[in-house]
Structures are given as C-alpha cells and as structure tokens.
C-alpha cells in the first residue's frame, strides 16, 4: 500500500514563501494498492494536483475508476471537487463514500457548492463521468477492490467526523483528521479503530497552548495526537492538518516536540512524521 499526501492543512489553504516545505492545500490524501486500486480520502485543494497526476494515466482517457471516501463536508475537505480534473473526463467511474445520514443528503451536500452563484459547471452531473454516491452508516462497511474499509463516528465540534480504517495488503491505515476527543482522550471504540495501524494519520491543528486558547472548534493538539498513536500502539504517527497560520518551522518544531513525547513515554518504536505535501509513504 501507498500512501501520498496531496493536501495536509486544515481550513482553508495557505500558500506562501512559510509553507513550502509542508504546503500549503487543504486535506488530501491518496492510497494506491498493490493491485492498481485507487482510493482517495477527503477533497481538499489538493485533490487538484491528485487530478493532474492521475490524467497522465488511465484517467486521462475515461479508463480510470477510484473510490472517494469523504470524511464531512467542512469546506477544507470537499472544495477540491470541482476542481479535479478526472472528473471531466467521460468514461471514468468514481465512487463518492460520505457519512450522511443517506445518499441523496450526501448528493445534495455535493451539489450546493457546484450551484451556478458558486461555480460555472452548475452541477457535478455536467462534469462527464460517472459518479456514484454512497452513504456509509456509522462503523459501517464498504470495499474497494480488496480493501476492507470502515468508517467509524468521532466527535468534531457541533458535528461529527468519519475515522476511515483501510486494510489491505496485509496493512493497515487509519486516517482521523478534525477530531476533538471529550476530557480523557479517545474512547475505547475509536481506539479500537486506531489499534496496531502501520499509519495512523492523525488530526494535529494546534500546538496544546494554542488549542487551549482557540474557541473550541474540535480539533486536535499534538498531545491528543500522541496520546492516540501511544494508547493505540500504532507503528507509524503522521501529524495532518495544520493551523493555517503555521509556518513550516511551526511544523518542524510540532514534530520535534511529539518525538520528545513517545521517548517520554517509553513509545520509541512509534516512529512520528509531519504529513507533507507530496511526500509518498509505503506501508
Ligand atoms: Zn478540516
């Protein structure tokens, strides 16, 4: 399994000369299988740049199919859609999982942005292929080639947030991006979830002594970062989306901080990297 990072920060994109090493687009990553199978979580801004690479293959000629698996629909995780370039081409077959409570709500969340007061193409039915919506039931079940995807519940604020865990390949990848965990940290359901992942991608916006002065948006802190990955006994820890007034030495000293946290508590095996854009991850 591989994994590539297209979009690592949180909110709304934030490009310039501090946050070229990290970037600067908003959540997106993809997962390609051993066996060819594309699957791509959220779409962030950076789903564009995802598009642009996958044109010069089999998507470029309506030859091409992935499945989408959306976390919600905040703006930093669905305004890349429009904006993906394998959707326009005819031939192409994608398949949209969200969390809504049923498939034509999740349709209808889609549809709003793609309005004409919002953008020219008006509907996502204009935009050439073939686009099926499915709504997944909390700790529901889909498949995507040989993947075996679940979707599990996390609190995010007002709202909540699908976990996604993927397992193929004989590994497995858990990505939690926007959750705010109640006091005490994840629950044993989500941990659950989380438990043994080669990868688990978790949600880091704020430093801990910035989350505590932020309105309570639910969010992570790298603590609840660290706190996962330890209790959940994970292999590898990617911190993901970042603050958007974060400059990459923000990042930098994130992740530094986080390594002093796992030698602290006696996780030296759980290895920890800041998520960037472009980096590729084989599990
Ligand atoms: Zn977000």
Not at 3 to 31: D, E, H, K, L, Q
Not at 233 to 240: D, I, M, Q, T, Y
Not at 244 to 273: F, M, N, P, T, W
Request: proline share 4%; with cysteine; hydrophobic share 35%.
């Amino acid at each position: 399994m591989e994994v590539t990072f297209w979009g690592v920060r949180g909110s709304i994109p934030s490009p310039g000369p501090a946050t070229v090493r990290y970037g600067g687009n908003t959540s997106c990553v993809s997962v390609r299988l051993t066996d060819g199978e594309i699957i791509v979580i959220d779409c962030g801004t950076g789903v564009r740049n995802l598009g642009i690479s996958l044109l010069g293959k089999g998507f470029g000629k309506g030859k091409g199919s992935a499945t989408l698996l959306l976390s919600h629909a905040h703006w930093d995780h669905i305004q890349g859609f429009p904006f993906f370039g394998p959707f326009y081409v005819p031939g192409n077959r994608f398949t949209i999982v969200g969390g809504s409570r049923n498939s034509e709500f999740l349709e209808r969340v889609l549809e709003q942005q793609m309005a004409a007061q919002f953008h020219p193409v008006q509907s996502y039915r204009n935009m050439g292929a073939q686009i099926e919506m499915r709504a997944i039931s909390d700790d529901g079940e889909v498949r995507a080639g040989v993947a075996r995807i679940t979707a599990h519940p996390n609190q995010h604020g007002p709202t909540q947030v699908l976990a996604y865990r993927i397992e193929a390949d004989g590994k497995a990848l858990v990505y939690a991006s926007d959750v705010g965990y109640e006091k005490g940290g994840p629950s044993e359901e989500t941990l659950a979830v989380y438990r043994g992942a080669d990868l688990l991608i978790h949600d880091c916006t704020f430093t801990p002594e910035d989350k505590a002065q932020r309105m309570s948006r639910g969010l992570s802190s790298l603590d609840d970062a660290v706190e996962a990955a330890v209790r959940a006994g994970v292999k590898r820890l990617a911190l993901f989306h970042y603050d958007q007034d974060y400059s990459d030495h923000d990042v930098d000293a994130l992740v530094a901080r986080g390594r002093r946290q796992l030698d602290e508590r006696g996780a030296k095996d759980i290895e920890i990297l800041g998520a960037a854009e472009g980096v590729t991850l084989a599990l």
